[in-house]
């Protein structure tokens, strides 16, 4: 790099050596004045680094050493915002950092989108997406390795003392360099005191490595026979191999059990035949043993890197250092995998499995969009995206279908062995007048006579309720009283849970978790309080009544939140559900996905109606994707296997069309519909949420932005619409009030382009009082 004019540098002092050029650099804060970076000079010394190293920079008044990145570097000062007043006040970066990591220039490419798409500044886009063990460099050891300093090192020499004499002799008899511990082993010294005296007096030489350490290890699962890929798969694989080389999108629709991973893993052997790396993307949940396991069995002979939520923090950074250093040829992880640290010029294909999963979104800042950064990903490293799903998103369907920037595979068989399940649709206010008390049921005549067949013929049984608590409204028995029960923290009712064992019901709220006693009488007018609707434990406790050869926690087995508090609890089960102790798995969304066990032959959607209640446009893909991706559970061995689903509203579309498998007319009825009311995918959205203890202060800031939001909208010819700001549809939680506004234009530059210009303005501080969501899920 060329030094600057020195009319730029007028002062050069001692302690201020001449500059070599400018950098930006990220310091892991959010510092929202300098969203792209704070400007720093470069010295001579350090001209060297490149862009995306690790580096220490004086920060603040009192210069306190920050660690950082530099994400930018040049010598025009222009291009730094610097002038010819403002250079000579710059700071200069003080060294690079010990741990000498450095960014590849990929992942910084992806670093900048991410911080200008999602509107997040730079420091805390890196901060959110780098492991945590990685900034604190958890497990990193450094080792002090001997060699001779002259090839002829005189052991014989009259300066050196008999006991260094004998080390000498003995380390000269050793494979160099070799490590203290070996050296000292060899030598029979007991302390390096000897060591450190003959690098003194010039007969040795240290070096020094560092290396993360951490224990590794992932057991191969399932046989790691490969099968012969049907005639579909094989076409699949082709198209896709033949765009190697080169960014290009496809979308795998393919139906549960259809065999699309096995036709990732074809691809992902492809690709590291042409020497190439592959990310693939899978949700959170599906992270089990079970697909990881099948993942690693498959390449015996390849460092598979897997990472899981489980990981120790020295795992994760020994993850990240193997991945840096070239050393995994295969990547599989949830959503933060797509950050993973691969060297320029090495990535050779991404692949998002289950495409279509609100888990692939973060759910803080920066709120990215794991699938959507997967795209850009392959883009900067110039090699194909295959997304899969059984269920595409709308998005990726209208993607694949109307805009045609992806090539849309079909696979609509099951793969050979598998049987496409009959579902049946249970009409449950039907159900419910064939009961002659006036109880509560959550399970139906249907349901629970196909439960008792399958249990008689040793079959296992999944069953699906998406919401746990014991019920989910607590109120006055007398209706004209009208009390509930709600948070005094958000304006959201309390859900009760229950200890069965203890028999114990409390009321807890799900959006802060405050909790409390279930008050025995109504507080306003002393009547006994009831609890009505739907819960997991409520589902448990109805099928101990009705099953009694099911034992709790043995048989029956409840999986949710609540239960399966680490990826250890829900691995430990499903492992037990392989091995058929568990008999019947009832939970909550987490036993809908990704779960291949041969013995399920009936699967039970205790009701379909959760997300058709939510007041939120994706209501019914939701319902859509539940109920498919939970029925494509069974049928896994020979038995064809059946589905039956609850539900009150049996004519909805939704659910009568995924009982019918007919994805497309879904897909396609649904994109029209969103079309009509200019909802996304065929609109894009971004939302902005004002919080505040005052709600009156809330309400204010989020109309002053909406104001200057209208404003920059209107400076382009087709303005992007600028709504509310409106209360958010629970108004307030944790005590804090909630405003929204909402972005709303055909395309997402334009979205992009008003956010950057509100950012520049510094309107965009985000924190505890303002969240910005590009894209939301909900
Ligand atoms: P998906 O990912 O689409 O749900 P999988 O790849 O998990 O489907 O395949 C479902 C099951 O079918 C797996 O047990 C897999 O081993 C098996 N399978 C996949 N492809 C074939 C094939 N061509 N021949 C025989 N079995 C297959
Ligand atoms: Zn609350
Ligand atoms: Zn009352």
């Keep these: 790099m060329p030094p600057l004019t020195d009319s730029l540098f007028p002062i050069e002092?001692?302690?201020?050596?001449?500059?070599?050029?400018?950098?930006?650099?990220?310091?892991?804060?959010?510092?929202?004045?300098?969203?792209?970076?704070?400007?720093?000079?470069?010295?001579?010394?350090?001209?060297?680094?490149?862009?995306?190293?690790?580096?220490?920079?004086?920060?603040?008044?009192?210069?306190?050493?920050?660690?950082?990145?530099?994400?930018?570097?040049?010598?025009?000062?222009?291009?730094?915002?610097?002038?010819?007043?403002?250079?000579?006040?710059?700071?200069?970066?003080?060294?690079q950092d010990e741990s000498e990591a450095v960014l590849p220039g990929e992942l910084l490419a992806l670093a900048r989108w991410v911080s200008g798409y999602y509107a997040c500044p730079i420091g805390m886009t890196l901060a959110g997406i780098l492991p945590g063990a990685v900034r604190k460099q958890v497990g990193r050891v450094t080792r002090v390795f001997y060699e001779l300093a002259q090839p002829q090192a005189d052991a014989e020499s009259p300066k050196l003392t008999k006991r260094q004499r004998e080390a000498l002799a003995a380390i000269r008899l050793m494979e160099l360099p070799a490590e203290q511990v070996a050296v000292l082993a060899a030598?029979?010294?007991?302390?390096?005191?000897?060591?450190?005296?003959?690098?003194?007096?010039?007969?040795?030489?240290?070096?020094?490595?560092?290396?993360?350490?951490?224990?590794?290890?992932?057991?191969?699962?399932?046989?790691?026979?490969?099968?012969?890929?049907?005639?579909?798969?094989?076409?699949?694989?082709?198209?896709?191999?033949?765009?190697?080389?080169?960014?290009a999108q496809h979308l795998i629709f393919g139906v549960t059990g259809s065999g699309k991973t096995e036709v990732y893993i074809r691809l992902i052997r492809r690709c590291l035949d042409r020497g190439k790396k592959a990310v693939l993307l899978v949700p959170e949940i599906a992270l089990t043993p079970q697909t990881a396991g099948r993942i690693v069995a498959r390449f015996p002979d390849s460092r598979v890197a897997i990472l899981h939520s489980g990981l120790t923090a020295g795992q994760r950074n020994l993850m990240?250092?193997?991945?840096?250093?070239?050393?995994?040829?295969?990547?599989?992880?949830?959503?933060?995998?797509?950050?993973?640290?691969?060297?320029?010029?090495?990535?050779?294909?991404?692949?998002?499995?289950?495409?279509?999963?609100?888990?692939?979104?973060?759910?803080?800042?920066?709120?990215?969009?794991?699938?959507?950064?997967?795209?850009?990903?392959?883009?900067?490293?110039?090699?194909?995206?295959?997304?899969?799903?059984?269920?595409?998103?709308?998005?990726?369907?209208?993607?694949?279908?109307?805009?045609?920037?992806?090539?849309?595979?079909?696979?609509?068989?099951?793969?050979?062995?598998?049987?496409?399940?009959?579902?049946?649709?249970v009409d449950f206010a039907e159900e419910r007048r064939q009961f002659r008390d006036r109880r509560v049921h959550l399970i139906g005549p249907t349901l629970a006579d196909a439960m008792r067949e399958t249990l008689a013929d040793r079959g296992q049984v999944l069953l699906l309720l998406n919401r746990r608590g014991y019920a989910n409204y607590i109120a006055c028995a007398d209706p004209r009283c009208g009390w509930t029960a709600q948070c005094s923290e958000c304006d959201a009712g309390m859900i009760c849970h229950q200890d069965r064992i203890a028999s114990l019901q409390w009321v807890r709220c799900h959006h802060c978790q405050a909790e409390q006693q279930l008050p025995r009488s109504c507080p306003q007018c002393g009547k006994p309080v009831t609890v009505f609707?739907?819960?997991?434990?409520?589902?448990?406790?109805?099928?101990?009544?009705?099953?009694?050869?099911?034992?709790?926690?043995?048989?029956?087995?409840?999986?949710?939140?609540?239960?399966?508090?680490?990826?250890?609890?829900?691995?430990?089960?499903?492992?037990?559900?392989?091995?058929?102790?568990?008999?019947?798995?009832?939970?909550?969304?987490?036993?809908?996905?990704?779960?291949?066990?041969?013995?399920?032959?009936?699967?039970?959607?205790?009701?379909?109606?959760t997300a058709l209640s939510l007041p939120d446009f994706r209501a019914g893909e939701r319902?859509?994707?539940?109920?498919?991706?939970?029925?494509?559970r069974c049928g896994r061995g020979g038995n064809p296997g059946r589905a039956i689903v609850q539900t009150f509203f049996p004519e909805n579309p939704a659910i009568r069309l995924a009982a019918a498998h007919d994805y497309e007319s879904f897909a396609?009825?649904?994109?029209?519909?969103?079309?009509?009311?200019?909802?996304?995918?065929?609109?894009?959205?971004a939302r902005l949420t004002l919080r505040d203890t005052s709600e009156a202060k809330a309400l204010e800031s989020a109309q002053q932005l909406a104001d200057e939001l209208r404003s920059i909208a209107a400076q382009s010819k087709q303005a992007a619409e600028v709504r509310g700001p409106q209360a958010a549809r629970i108004a307030r939680v944790s005590g804090a009030y909630r405003f929204e506004i909402e972005l709303q234009h055909e395309t997402?530059?334009?979205?992009?382009?008003?956010?950057?210009?509100?950012?520049?303005?510094?309107?965009?501080?985000?924190g505890e009082h303002l969240a910005v969501d590009v894209d939301p899920v909900s």
């Excluded at 396609?668 to 959205?685: C, H, M, S, V």
């Design 13 to 95: 002092s001692p302690q201020s050596p001449p500059a070599a050029g400018f950098a930006l650099v990220a310091v892991e804060r959010a510092l929202d004045h300098a969203p792209e970076g704070l400007t720093y000079l470069v010295g001579q010394s350090l001209a060297h680094l490149p862009e995306g190293a690790r580096i220490l920079v004086p920060l603040g008044r009192g210069n306190q050493p920050t660690a950082g990145w530099i994400v930018r570097k040049g010598t025009d000062p222009a291009e730094f915002g610097a002038s010819l007043e403002t250079v000579p006040k710059l700071k200069s970066i003080l060294a």
């Design 187 to 247: 030598t029979g010294l007991s302390s390096a005191q000897t060591l450190k005296r003959l690098v003194e007096l010039g007969c040795l030489r240290t070096s020094k490595r560092t290396t993360v350490e951490a224990s590794w290890s992932m057991a191969a699962v399932g046989s790691t026979a490969a099968v012969e890929p049907t005639a579909l798969q094989h076409e699949v694989i082709e198209n896709i191999a033949n765009t190697f080389g080169a960014f």
């Design 320 to 425: 990240w250092s193997l991945a840096s250093e070239g050393k995994a040829d295969v990547i599989v992880g949830a959503r933060s995998a797509v950050f993973a640290p691969i060297p320029d010029g090495s990535l050779g294909l991404v692949i998002v499995d289950e495409e279509h999963e609100t888990g692939y979104k973060q759910d803080s800042a920066p709120r990215y969009h794991g699938r959507d950064c997967a795209i850009r990903r392959a883009q900067v490293a110039n090699c194909p995206i295959v997304l899969g799903s059984a269920t595409p998103s709308l998005e990726s369907w209208r993607n694949a279908t109307k805009r045609k920037t992806s090539t849309l595979h079909r696979l609509p068989d099951r793969a050979p062995g598998l049987r496409v399940p009959k579902v049946s649709i």
């Design 533 to 609: 609707g739907l819960g997991t434990q409520r589902v448990e406790e109805e099928l101990l009544g009705l099953f009694p050869m099911l034992e709790e926690g043995k048989s029956l087995v409840r999986v949710d939140g609540d239960t399966m508090q680490t990826a250890k609890h829900f691995h430990d089960c499903l492992a037990r559900f392989a091995s058929l102790e568990i008999r019947v798995l009832m939970g909550t969304q987490m036993i809908a996905k990704g779960l291949d066990f041969p013995s399920v032959q009936l699967v039970g959607v205790v009701s379909a109606d």
């Design 623 to 632: 319902t859509f994707q539940l109920v498919s991706q939970v029925s494509g």
């Design 668 to 685: 396609n009825q649904e994109l029209r519909d969103r079309e009509e009311f200019g909802l996304p995918p065929a609109r894009r959205l």
């Design 748 to 766: 997402a530059a334009e979205i992009s382009r008003i956010l950057a210009a509100a950012r520049s303005a510094g309107l965009l501080p985000l």
